[in-house]
Each structure stands twice: as structure tokens, then as C-alpha cells.
């Protein structure tokens, strides 16, 4: 037998902090604030759909770039968030796969080649290293800097070169947040002309947003037909279960997706796709968008005393459903020991930031909450929180300054 068994590609991918945490949480009956998804029931109109559609026996393959009522669906819904932009065509420019991080990884597959650059802004959702490193492809990071998470536009542009072929781009944010202003998509837009740079843009939080509005890249002067668009119903209708998500791009761009996608799922569940195509009208006319986004403020601003109260203090929030907060200061071995042993000592479930780094030396002292999460679970975390207010070693402040 071979004495290696695994490809080298994985190299270095091993059991990610999030798996590590739930384990923990899990073992130790905390409250988890950790992972990405939400406690509570999905919207009755949303389940009620699925249901419909399960009982009427819509339960085989579904075409390979989606059903395609939903495609038309998607595409009216492109309109309404974009109502002066140019329409896109649902049979040529839209596929639905299964969920945003499957259509990541075919975007990479699709337009990277081996030895080829990819931009990732850090701190990163942990999908976008190792899929640009299983293509072939070599991470080039830019730093994001707190609190606002800035980048300098000067460093973007030295990232920049003649092996340069994609730049990921997520807004609103994960871990951070943020949501990039137009001002930051023109930077990021202008020098992708300059070096003929395809975007792909995870947009999964893109309902999600508070004292910000989210722009999609794609709409730009000539962003169209150099950007792939990725979103992706989990988020937004709190059933990150059903692993339906979608891509926006130009034909050419979806022509290679699609050769990406078919031989990775190749379709994905077909009720949940017949539901969304409902689904996508309901939310629209019935101001669901509006109270989604008053619901997670709510939880936001109440996560936000619950940490304050702890003397933990969170950044500025302005898309997604996550606070990092400073943990500098209070004795730890850097933030996976803090919140290794926030649930082991204290009952609380959270993520280190340096999750989201390709070198975690380069990590500040912040950890991940999220607040998508019952009022009651966030609740329940404030008394396991406080006795953190007296462990401040004497002298430190709250370090704000950048990476």
C-alpha cells in the first residue's frame, strides 16, 4: 500500500475551530452564541412551502442548474433589488446548486487555474483559502483593519499583478460586519479592470443589514460580466439546513460554473428549490425583508448590552448577524483559549477570530458572537458572562488598534 494516502492538496485541512467549539458547547450543556445558525422556528409560510411541495411528490432530480420556476423567480427578484439595472436572463445566468459554499468552490474551480492568484480580504470566511488552494490557486490576503474594517487602497492595489486571476469578495461580512461602501467597490472595481480579475461575491448576509446598505459589485459600470454573484436562502430565511443557494453571472461565467457544478452535486433538493420559488413573491410583497432586518437589530442591540455588561466590548456591526468583541487584557493565552475556556469555565459558546486568518499570529484579541439566536438563549448567557467584568488584569484597556 502507498505510504500517503491523501492527496496533498488537503494538506493542512484538519478539524476546523467551529467543529471543535460545537463539540465543547455541546459536552458542557452552554449556551452556544458559536455557530452561524439560528435557534429558532423558521417563518410557517417558508416550512409550509416545503411541506406542499414534498406532499405533492415534487421529490426527484431537479434539472442540473435548477428548477427552472425558481429561475424565473430569481430572476424577478434580481429586478426588485436592482430595478435599474438590466434584467438577467433565467435560463442563462442563473443556477441554483447546493447552497453558497458548494457554489464558492465552483466559482473557484471554474476560474482559477493552477499557479493562478486569488485576493481574499482577511479575516475570511474559512471556505475561501482552502478552496483556492484545492484549485491549484495561491491565497493573496489584504487586511482588513478594525474597528471599521477599512482596507488601504494601496496595499489592495500592490496585491494586484500579471497572475492575479479572481478576487472573493463578501458583504455584508463575515466575521466582521461590515459592509463595504460604494466608495470600497469602485477601489475594488476599478483595479479589477485594470488586471482583467474575475469577482466572485459572496453575498449571503445581503438582507441583512442595519445602519449600512448592501451594493452588489455586479451592478457597477462593466462589473456585470466580470463578477459571479453568489446568495443563498439559509441566511435569510433562517433554514440553513436546506442548502439552496444561487449564482448570478454573465453566460460565459455561468457556462463554466455550470461544468463545475454538474459533476459536484449536480443538482440539489428539489422541494426546497419548488419552495423558495414561492417563497421569493410572499417575502417581497409582505414586507418580510423589513422585519427581518427589526428583528436581528433587535437581537443585535440586546447581544450587545449582554457583552457591555460582561466588560466585553463589541465592535460596530453594520450587516450579518455576528459581534466581535475585545478579549485583550484578561489573562488568556490569545482568543482560542478564551473561548475554549468561555465554554468550559464559563458556559458560553463562542469563535476565535483567528478562525478566519490564513496565519492566526496575525489575528487581534477578538472573538465571534452571534446573535441569531432566541432573545432567551442571548438572555441566558448574560449571568454565565458576568463574572468576565472582574478579570481585566489592572492596568490594560480595550486595544483598538488595527491588525
Known amino acids: 500500500m502507498r505510504e ?18 460545537t463539540a465543547l458547547a455541546a459536552r458542557h450543556d452552554a449556551v452556544n452564541l458559536g455557530q452561524g ?22 421529490n426527484q432530480y431537479a434539472a442540473s442548474p435548477g428548477v427552472p420556476r425558481l429561475r424565473e423567480a430569481l430572476a424577478v427578484d434580481w429586478r426588485r433589488r436592482h430595478p435599474d439595472k438590466p434584467a438577467v436572463d433565467p435560463d442563462l445566468e442563473i443556477t441554483v446548486a447546493a447552497g ?87 477601489i475594488i472595481a476599478d483595479l479589477c479592470h485594470q488586471y482583467d480579475v474575475t469577482v466572485i461575491s459572496d453575498e449571503v448576509y445581503s438582507e441583512i443589514t442595519f445602519e449600512a446598505t448592501h451594493l452588489s459589485i455586479a451592478t457597477l459600470p462593466g462589473m456585470f460580466d466580470r463578477t459571479i454573484t453568489i446568495d443563498s436562502m439559509g441566511k435569510t430565511f433562517s433554514v440553513t439546513g ?28 428539489t422541494p426546497f428549490q419548488e419552495a423558495l420559488a414561492d417563497i421569493l413573491p410572499i417575502a417581497a410583497r409582505d414586507g418580510y425583508y423589513d ?4 428583528d436581528y437589530r433587535r437581537r443585535r442591540d440586546l447581544l450587545t448590552r449582554v457583552l457591555k455588561q460582561a466588560d466585553l ?9 455576528f459581534l466581535l468583541t475585545d478579549i485583550g487584557g484578561r489573562g488568556f493565552d490569545g482568543d482560542a483559549d ?7 469555565e464559563f458556559g458560553v459558546a463562542a469563535i476565535p477570530t483567528s478562525a478566519f486568518y490564513t496565519d492566526p499570529r496575525r489575528a487581534p484579541a477578538l472573538a465571534r458572537f452571534c446573535f441569531a439566536k432566541k432573545e432567551a438563549t442571548i438572555e441566558a448567557a448574560a449571568p454565565r458572562l458576568a463574572p468576565l467584568a472582574r478579570r481585566r488584569v489592572p492596568g490594560t484597556a480595550h486595544p483598538r488598534s488595527g491588525i
Open 291 to 294: 422585519k427581518l432586518r427589526e
Open 338 to 344: 478564551f473561548c475554549r475556556r468561555l465554554v468550559t
Open 313 to 321: 466590548d463589541p465592535l460596530p456591526v453594520e450587516g450579518a448577524y
Open 242 to 269: 436546506w442548502k439552496i443557494g444561487w449564482a448570478v453571472a454573465s453566460a460565459a461565467l455561468t457556462s463554466a460554473l455550470r461544468a463545475v457544478h454538474q459533476f459536484v452535486t449536480f443538482t440539489s433538493g
Open 100 to 186: 453558497a459554499t458548494e457554489l464558492l468552490h465552483d466559482a473557484i474551480l471554474a476560474t482559477v487555474n493552477p499557479g493562478d492568484e486569488v485576493i481574499v480580504f482577511e479575516p475570511a470566511y474559512d471556505a475561501y483559502a482552502p478552496g483556492v488552494s484545492m484549485a491549484g490557486g495561491i491565497t493573496r490576503t489584504v487586511a482588513l483593519f478594525q474597528p471599521n474594517w477599512s482596507f488601504d487602497a494601496a496595499h489592495l492595489s500592490a496585491a494586484f499583478g500579471p497572475r492575479t486571476r479572481a478576487l472573493i469578495l463578501n458583504t455584508p461580512h463575515n466575521p466582521t460586519g461590515k459592509v463595504f461602501s460604494r466608495a470600497d467597490l469602485e
Open 4 to 21: 500517503r494516502l491523501a492527496a496533498e492538496r488537503i494538506d493542512g485541512v484538519g478539524t476546523s475551530i467551529f467543529t471543535e467549539i
Open 37 to 58: 445558525f439560528p435557534d429558532f422556528a423558521a417563518p410557517d409560510f417558508v416550512k409550509e412551502a416545503a411541506a406542499r411541495h414534498i406532499r405533492e411528490d415534487r
